[in-house]
């Protein structure tokens, strides 16, 4: 053991704010580490870190659908039936179409978004903006399922009952989308 400087740096107590897991009292004994507060201890930066890389998946999971969907629709208007169709139809076409290319850039969006604002120290914000531009992208892809559902199943059946499917389909999504995740956020969130 050197005497000069208290033991070698693997003998030494670490200091409060060096090392990154430096533990210090925060006047209430709880040991929390210093500059994290948010119960997972991270810093800001890292928290940043994290939930880009969950939002990432997210983006994934949603851009696969949609640009699959918007494939399929922009192929309809090289079919001979298209041409048969009557206008109604046509313009719900065309609003499925434009509703599609919409939730395709918002979900496009945050990559861009990331790869421009990249290295200026912006990240929480570029998340939460990122965050912003895929809810609207999903929001923009409800939209457009429901009125390519609507257009398809107009077109095959001509029925009456139509509307009354497309609207139950519709409290599906909203259901799986937004109503269960809110339930669970209200009932099992972290209230402390």
Same mark, same amino acid.
């Given at each position: 053991m050197n005497e000069r400087d208290g033991g070698t740096p693997e003998e030494q107590p670490r200091e409060a704010g060096r090392g990154g897991n430096a533990e210090v009292?925060? @006047? @209430? @004994?709880t040991g929390a580490r210093t500059g994290r507060h948010d119960g997972r201890g991270e810093t800001e930066e890292e928290r940043a870190d994290r939930r #880009? &890389?969950?939002l990432l998946q997210e983006i994934r999971v949603a851009q696969t659908g949609v640009q699959i969907l918007l494939g399929f629709l922009l192929t309809v208007v090289f079919t001979p039936l298209f041409h048969d169709l009557e206008q109604t139809d046509k313009t719900i076409y065309l609003v499925t179409v434009v509703l599609g290319s919409l939730a395709t850039g918002a979900l496009i969006g945050p990559v861009s978004? +990331? /790869?421009?604002?990249s290295g200026r /120290? $912006?990240? !929480? &914000?570029a998340v939460a903006w990122a965050s912003r531009l895929t809810f609207t992208g999903i929001l923009l892809l409800l939209a457009t399922l429901t009125a390519a559902l609507f257009l398809i199943l107009r077109v095959a059946t +001509?029925? !009456? =009952? $139509? !509307? #009354?499917? $497309?609207? @139950? $389909?519709?409290? #599906? =999504?909203?259901?799986?989308w937004f109503a269960l995740p809110l339930w669970v956020r209200t009932h099992y969130a972290d209230r402390s």
């Open positions: 009292e925060d @006047g @209430g @004994g #880009w &890389q969950e978004f +990331h /790869r421009i604002v /120290r $912006v990240k !929480p &914000q +001509h029925d !009456p =009952y $139509v !509307p #009354w499917l $497309v609207s @139950g $389909v519709l409290a #599906w =999504y909203l259901s799986c």
